[in-house]
């Protein structure tokens, strides 16, 4: 699952990680990095997905 996970963390980071921790402080995080750049956003995604 965690694979399906960062597939979708690549295309839309912040729906990977709502998926992974929901409507918490790493999903504000990582919208806003989104907005600021799109790699910032992945990576942060693919951070928070791999360490649960």
Known sequence: ???I???IAIL???LGVF???GLGKHF???ILLTLLGY???IVHA???I???
């Open 28 to 30: 504000w995080i990582n």
């Open 39 to 41: 790699i910032p956003g």
């Open 5 to 7: 996970r960062i597939i």
């Open 19 to 21: 998926l992974q921790v």
């Open 50 to 52: 791999a360490r649960k």
């Open 46 to 48: 693919v951070w928070v």
């Open 12 to 14: 839309m980071p912040p």
């Open 1 to 3: 699952m965690d694979f």
